[in-house]
């Protein structure tokens, strides 16, 4: 079956969040969650060092709405379990369908960060992957000095894969090389 035909749910429940895609009208509660996080953000995230305004959140939204859409890329915004707040994204990159594979990558705003949203909405994406989706491997890559992102692929029993020396430019500083954890769990 080609992937853009595949049903892929487009909200995910759990106790206490809505993992939901991207629909319109979320590009302000993105930017809002956004520049509240950059100091927190910027040293590990490309997309943090030049941020958008508001209306260009929207588009980029947007434009990963349509790439959920053909299944290139399932990106979910993770919001409180009423939905009133934007909390931030996760979701599955680098799909690779005849596998299956995907890595899954994911960011908290400031004012939730350390009450275990991420490991939740991690939690419920690895099984959703497994469960619904049929993929064999599931990845997160982070950088090893970003502790509390390798530290919730510990936490969900991710198994370290490897250490790959001075593969990225440093997100905050092109002048300097970083490495990456790729951690994985297969089924």
């Not at 000095?145 to 440093?170: C, F, K, M, P, W």
Request: negative net charge.
């Amino acid at each position: 079956m080609p992937p853009e035909l595949r049903e892929v749910p487009t909200e995910i429940r759990t106790a206490r969040l809505v993992l939901r895609r991207p629909q319109p009208g979320d590009g302000a509660h993105l930017h809002a969650a956004i520049h509240t996080s950059l100091p927190e953000l910027k040293p590990w995230a490309p997309w943090a060092q030049k941020p958008l305004d508001a209306e260009g959140y929207e588009v980029s939204l947007r434009h990963a709405a349509s790439r959920f859409l053909v299944r290139q890329e399932l990106r979910y915004l993770i919001f409180d379990a009423s939905q009133q707040t934007l909390m931030g994204s996760t979701g599955f990159h680098a799909l690779d369908w005849s596998v299956p594979k995907a890595e899954i990558g994911y960011w908290i705003a400031t004012p939730h960060a350390g009450q275990g949203y991420v490991t939740e909405a991690v939690e419920a994406l690895t099984e959703f992957g497994f469960d619904t989706l049929g993929f064999r491997r599931i990845e997160i890559r982070c950088d090893p000095l970003n502790e509390r992102s390798h530290t919730i692929a510990r936490r969900l029993n991710y198994q370290l894969d490897g250490h790959l020396v001075n593969n990225v430019v440093a997100a905050d500083d092109p002048s300097c090389l970083r490495d990456t954890l790729i951690f994985s769990r297969v089924r």
